[in-house]
Every structure is written in structure tokens, then in C-alpha cells.
């Protein structure tokens, strides 16, 4: 990726590159030192990390010269980065079979995993697929709970006979090649799926026939995040792709743009049909109901965007730029006829949904159909002539149906404050699914039959987790600058508080995402061994609308970190636990604010685990270009208050010699094409730079690289249950949790 035109031109000190590559050399030579040293005041051995090289790189950003003398690292796949990530893995997979306890732990992950699920989610956590209908046939992911992978059977009627049309298990033998996405078509005759291999993000799509489970010989490959729109003949798709590259990958530095994929033909007869204005803007397609309008998501960051369209019964005519002012976030729901439908913080930082016209003498003319209310509109669906709208209050959710003058229907009564997806569907469609979670309950599925406004209950998971034996309170504190801010808090009913609870604090904030109840194996796990699970509501998410997200962005970042820390505080406060008995834990965007927690206060926390984290924030955007698309939560170190920001808080740069930092087990994946793992790489060696001069910290700062996985999605049960298990084994010995007793 070219670096930034207003960027200073970085200034290499002399013979750098000698002094690299005499370095590096070094890296390999000489007698192994020993994996531990002698045991710390905890009993737990002290590593001895292996050499790691230093060189004399030094950037300047506007004036500012800034150090970076792990930049070696940033040359994934180079003999030098594979000997020494060998070397750390050396170290840490040792130290981590050792703990006290790990073997007990991996057995109750491994017990609490073992239900029966209806539905799953493919891109992580936050996304959860249920049932639909689509022409005769049903469509739905599965797992008996022994499987590393969801199965997606077709049933002719709910809950009648079904088979297995694509089982991802059969893939590849260690099961590292997933079933990424799907899509099927109007008529369920088809479904193109996407695959993806070791956790990466590119994926290769194909198109499977339903009736016999036979795949066409369609591979459209040089794809990542892009959705696909099935014409609704089902003769074919648009979805977006990167140029070719020789690797049969897509080039991720640049742009995507849209094609046509015609269902049984070679990829190289696809046709482009639209590519969008700007270096740094990339559409995306979905197509109405009726087959008449492509409509085109024009992406470039997650505050903002802009819609154009294609009136496909002409397809040689002008893109419309229906909207175009980038003036907010526009999310196409559906559409009648000429009007079409979305969900926009346009003038609504809360949102709204809006009918935009799309054809005649008042194209582009916009009308509110459903005004800004005091909740946040978290998600809508336009299904079955309906408005469905999931809201959240105070970080949870609430349904309201809406009919389509914009009038309230009905409210859905749910079982707790807890989080409620799906609600798929097209306008014509009778019925449609959703899902309800909370802390202490399974993602529990639904069936809204939406002309009668009746919810069925179809599918309960029985989970090992004894609900009534635990509850979840949410509380509020006020951040360092007075902000109120909530926070869910998990544990036994009969728990004592008197501040020696070993706790797990978790955050993200970012992106415009909130942390929403939501049961997973691993926090049954962590509560069933005694610990409390607490998750703070930070700025930067969704939660309070745009504006809230906004406080939590660039120059204003630094107030997440501010919320975290402050949760913390309260936590320990309140005496649910203390600095000796409080872990903390983040992935993706949580690593970065688990990281920059760590650093900016290492006197409050007993461990860390950052997560496939963003460490390195001077140079995050130079990864490729989905990086770039951060900007506009993160700024850029070419703009100079941007980077007065991000050199005040990004990890690796704020780690001080000196500074005795708490346990920390840093965890990454050599497949992590999404946040590449170098801010792993270069956060590790700062943290044992530190720990190794100055103060001769006895704290355990252990890196752990994962082979043949990714940033997280497709991750085959296996493998997450090493990773939790490794996780939760280190936070348990730091803070004190007796494992083995509840």
C-alpha cells in the first residue's frame, strides 16, 4: 500500500539495513536458552523469552521521530519472523501445558460445549444464522454439540426429515476449511456457499443444487466481506471482488467493485457492472425483491455511506446516486415498487427508517417512515409487509413491530434483558425466525408467524449451566469525565463479595458495536469454575446511537479507554474483586483497549489477554486496504491530530522500560489476514524488552501464535477449545480462581 501523501517521509538511520540483516542472522545462533526460569513469588516459573532483535528504524510524523524497532516483523513469512515466532511459541506452549488446573478447565469447555444447536454463527460472535424458508424448502445450520462445525441441512416442513446439503467437517481433516457463508436462492433450488481456509478472510464461493447435492462447476474466488444477490430466476449473482492476483487470491490494496456471475459459468465470464468513484470506496450489492433495482452500498469507513443504483431492466443506463451526501449511514431494508427502504442516522444519531424514491420526476426525494425515538434502532427488517425493529435500551434489546404507514403494531414480549437477532425474510414472506440470548441463556429460536403477530417457540437448547444457580445485574458508573456508563455483572446468586472474586472484565468499543448479553461456552465455563463475567457497555458502540459511537472515535478514543479503566475501578470499588483478583480480556478492537488498559495502568490488573489485537496504531492502515477503512474510527498518523491521538495511547509505542506490567498472554494466528498478526508480534517484544530491563519484572508475558487459523470466524471447535483453555487456565492462575471448586 503507497504511504499517505501527507505523510513525512520516514528517515532510516545509517546502514540500517546491515544492521538488520547482522541482527537477524543472530536471531537463530548460539544455545537455546532455557524456557523458565526460577519460579516467581506466585509459584509459577518466570519465562525466559528468546532474543529478540532491535533495529534502528525511526519514522517522523510531522516533526515527531518516533522509533520502531520491531519493524523486521512486519515481513510476515521471512525465515527471520517464522524462527522467532518458533522460538516464542517454544516458550509459551510449555508454560501454559504446566498451569495449575488447565486440564480440568479444557474437560468443563469441553462439557459445556456438548448441546445440541439449531443455528449458528459463521462470522463471530455478534452474528447468529437461523432458519429460513426459501421456495419449498427450509434451510438451516446444525450441530449435535461433538461437531467442530455447524452442518447446513434442507427439510421439507419444520421439524420434519432433513439432510445434511453441506457438511464443512468433510472438507479437510484437521476441519480448518469452513463453510464462511451462504446464500441461498429465491426458489431454493440453489444455494452458493462460501469457503474459506485456516481462518482467513478471502473466501471462494460455489453453487450447490439443492435437489441432489451436486456442485456446479462455479469458483468465484477474490472475494472477502461481499454479500451475495441472487437474481430472483436464480440464473445468477452480483457480489463484489478484488482484482486478480497471482496467488489466485484477490489484491486486497485495492478497490472492489461488482460483478455478475452467471450461475454455471467460469468466473472469467463474469461481467463488472458498476465500480465506484475514489480510491478508498467500495460498493456492495443487494437487490430488491422484484429483480428491478440493484442497489449499491458505497462503503468507505462505518460512520458513513452512500447509496447508488442500477435499474437492471436497463442495464446499460446511468448508476443513479440516489443517495450521495454522506451525510450519515444508510441500510437498505426492501423496497415496494419504486420506493425503497432504509434504515439511516442521516439527521438521527438514534435512527430512523426512510422511503427513498427511486424513479420519476422525485427521485431521490427521502420521507420518514419511523421517527428517531429515545432507544436505538440496533437493526430493521422489512418482512412481510412489516417493519421489524430491534431497539436497545440501556445496552439491550426490545422488538417493535411497525406497520408499514410506520404505525406501531405490537411489541414483543422477551424473556430478560437480553439480545434478539434475525427477523430475515423478503416483503412477501408469511413467517421468519429470531433468536433471544442473554448471559445465562442459549441462543433460544423463535418462529414470528407475522399476520396473526404470533411468536412459536421452535427450538430450546439444554445447556449444562444451571441458570438458577446464577444471576446477571446491571449496574452503572460514571467514567473518568463524568459519563454514565453500564455494565453487565455475572456470578453465582450465593457469591460473597469481600473483593478477592477472581473477575474477567471484558470490552470492545468500537465500530459501532455493542456488547449485548449473550451466552457462550466459554463464559458458562469461566462462571461454572467460580469467577464473575462482567462486560462494559463503552463508548465507541452502538448502544446510545451515533453519538455515542462518535465519543468513542480518533481523537475522542482515549475516552474508551477511560470507560474500561473505570469499570474496573468500580469493580474493585464495590469489593467484587480486587487488582490481584482482575483480569481482563478483548479481541480484534478489544485487544487494543485491552492493551492500551494494560500499559496506561499496570498497577490495576492481575492479567491481560489481548486478543488478535490492533497494537500498533501508527501503522495499522499500512496492512492492506480493509485496514484502511478503520480510519474512520481510528484516524490516521498522517493527519496531525490524528496522530497526536493515536501516539498517545497505542500500545507498542507507550510501553516503558521501568514499568513492572501485569501477567500477560498475548494470543494472534499466522493466518490473521484481517488484523495481521505483526501487532501481536511487535506488543510482545516491547512487553519482554520491559519485563527484561529495568525492573526484572517477574510477571509472564507469553505469546502464543496459532497455525492454519485466522482472526477467528470458522475456527473449528477444536481449536477454540485449545485457545479457551489456554486463556482461561492463565487468567485463572493469576487471579486466584481454585479451579476445581465452585
Known amino acids: 500500500m503507497p504511504m499517505p501523501a501527507n505523510l513525512a517521509a520516514p528517515r532510516r ?129 446444525h450441530s449435535d454439540g461433538n461437531q467442530d462445525l455447524g452442518v447446513l441441512y434442507i427439510a421439507e416442513a419444520l421439524g420434519g426429515p432433513a439432510r445434511a446439503l453441506i457438511d464443512p467437517n468433510t472438507l479437510s481433516a484437521d476441519r480448518t476449511v469452513a463453510l464462511a457463508d451462504f446464500e441461498v436462492a429465491p426458489d431454493g433450488e440453489y444455494v452458493a456457499y462460501a469457503t474459506s481456509v485456516a481462518g482467513s478472510d478471502w473466501k471462494t464461493w460455489h453453487v450447490r443444487v439443492t435437489a441432489t447435492g451436486e456442485d456446479l462447476p ?56 458498476y465500480a465506484a468513484d475514489g480510491g478508498d470506496r467500495n460498493p456492495y450489492p443487494a437487490i430488491t425483491d422484484d429483480g428491478r433495482w440493484l442497489v449499491l452500498t458505497i462503503a468507505d469507513g462505518f460512520a458513513e455511506n452512500a447509496v447508488h443504483c442500477l435499474d437492471l431492466r436497463h442495464p446499460d443506463s446511468r448508476p443513479l446516486r440516489l443517495l450521495d451526501r454522506w451525510d450519515g449511514r444508510y441500510t437498505y431494508l426492501g423496497g415496494e415498487g419504486d420506493e425503497l427502504y432504509f434504515l439511516s442516522t442521516a439527521g438521527a444519531p438514534r435512527g430512523r427508517i426512510i422511503a427513498v424514491a427511486a424513479a420519476g420526476s422525485e427521485a431521490g426525494a427521502v420521507r420518514t417512515v419511523i421517527a428517531e425515538s429515545e432507544d436505538t ?64 441463556t442459549p441462543w433460544t429460536i423463535f418462529r414470528y408467524e407475522i399476520a396473526a403477530d404470533r411468536s412459536t417457540l421452535f427450538r430450546r437448547p439444554a445447556a449444562a449451566l444451571d441458570p438458577a444457580q446464577f444471576v446477571t445485574e446491571q449496574v452503572f458508573y460514571r467514567s473518568k469525565d463524568g459519563t454514565r456508563v453500564p455494565m453487565y455483572v455475572t456470578h453465582r446468586r450465593d457469591l460473597r463479595f469481600d473483593g478477592r472474586q477472581p473477575t474477567l472484565l471484558y470490552g470492545y468499543g468500537g465500530f459501532n458495536v455493542p456488547q449485548l448479553p449473550a451466552y457462550t461456552v466459554p463464559v458458562a465455563t469461566w462462571l461454572d469454575l467460580g469467577g464473575v463475567y462482567a462486560v462494559a457497555n463503552l463508548r465507541g458502540g452502538s448502544e446510545y446511537g451515533e453519538t455515542w459511537h462518535v465519543a468513542g472515535t480518533r481523537t475522542h478514543k482515549q475516552n474508551v479507554i477511560d470507560d474500561f479503566i473505570a469499570a474496573a475501578e468500580w469493580l474493585i470499588a464495590n469489593r467484587i474483586t ?102 501481536s508480534f511487535k506488543f510482545a517484544a516491547a512487553l519482554q524488552n520491559a519485563q ?7 510477571n509472564p508475558v507469553l505469546l502464543h501464535v496459532e497455525s492454519r487459523a485466522g482472526h477467528g470466524a470458522g475456527k473449528p471447535t477444536w481449536m477454540q477449545l485449545e485457545d479457551f483453555t489456554d486463556q482461561w487456565a492463565f487468567a485463572a492462575a493469576q487471579t486466584g480462581l481454585r479451579v476445581g471448586t465452585p
Not at 17 to 40: E, H, I, R, W
Not at 99 to 115: C, M, N, S, V, Y
Not at 692 to 698: A, L, Y
Request: with cysteine.
Open 218 to 273: 462455479d469458483e468465484v474466488r477474490f472475494t472477502k466481506f461481499t454479500p451475495v444477490a441472487w437474481t430472483p430466476d436464480g440464473a445468477g449473482f452480483y457480489y463484489s471482488r478484488y482484482p486478480a492476483r497471482d496467488e489466485r487470491r484477490g489484491d486486497g490494496t485495492k478497490q472492489v467493485s461488482v460483478w455478475f456471475h452467471r450461475r454455471g459459468a467460469a468466473q472469467t465470464e463474469d461481467r463488472r457492472v
Open 377 to 440: 434502532i440496533d437493526d430493521a427488517h422489512y418482512v412481510g409487509g412489516e417493519f421489524v425493529l430491534g431497539y436497545l435500551s440501556d445496552a439491550h434489546s426490545r422488538v417493535r413491530v411497525h406497520r408499514r404507514d410506520g404505525s406501531l403494531r405490537s411489541e414483543l414480549p422477551l424473556p430478560g434483558l437480553g439480545q434478539v437477532t434475525g427477523f430475515e425474510g423478503k416483503g412477501a414472506d408469511g413467517e421468519t425466525f429470531y433468536a433471544y440470548t442473554d448471559f445465562l
Open 692 to 698: 527484561m530491563h529495568g525492573t526484572r519484572c517477574p
Open 13 to 141: 538511520a545509517p546502514a540500517a539495513s546491515v544492521l538488520l540483516l547482522a541482527m537477524l542472522g543472530g536471531c537463530a545462533g548460539g544455545p537455546a536458552a532455557p524456557p523458565f526460569a526460577a519460579p516467581s513469588a506466585t509459584g509459577l516459573p518466570v519465562p525466559s523469552y528468546p532474543p529478540t532483535p532491535r533495529v534502528a528504524q525511526v519514522d517522523v510524523y510531522h516533526g515527531v521521530r518516533v522509533a520502531d524497532p520491531w519493524r523486521w516483523m512486519e515481513s510476515l513469512g521471512t525465515p527471520a519472523v517464522r524462527e522467532w515466532v518458533g522460538a516464542e511459541n517454544a516458550v509459551s506452549r510449555p508454560f501454559l501445558e504446566s498451569l495449575p488446573g488447565r486440564a480440568q478447565i479444557k474437560e468443563r469447555l469441553a462439557r459445556h460445549g456438548e448441546f445440541e444447536r439449531f443455528g449458528a454463527s459463521l462470522q463471530g460472535a455478534s452474528s447468529y444464522v437461523l432458519p429460513s424458508h426459501h421456495g419449498a424448502h427450509y434451510f438451516y445450520l
Open 578 to 679: 480486587s487488582p490481584e483478583h482482575l483480569a481482563i480480556q478483548g479481541r480484534s478492537n478489544g485487544g487494543l483497549l485491552v492493551g492500551a488498559a494494560l500499559v496506561q495502568r499496570p498497577d490495576l490488573f492481575a492479567a491481560a489477554l489481548p486478543v488478535v489485537g490492533v497494537l500498533d496504531m501508527l501503522r495499522y492502515d499500512t496492512a492492506s486496504a480493509n485496514a484502511r477503512q478503520w480510519a474512520s474510527d481510528y484516524g490516521l498518523a498522517a493527519n496531525p491530530d490524528d496522530f497526536e491521538a493515536l501516539r498517545a495511547y497505542s500500545p507498542v509505542q507507550n510501553v516503558r522500560r521501568g514499568v513492572c506490567y501485569p501477567p500477560t498472554l498475548i494470543t494472534t494466528a499466522d493466518h490473521d489476514d484481517r488484523v495481521v498478526p505483526w501487532h
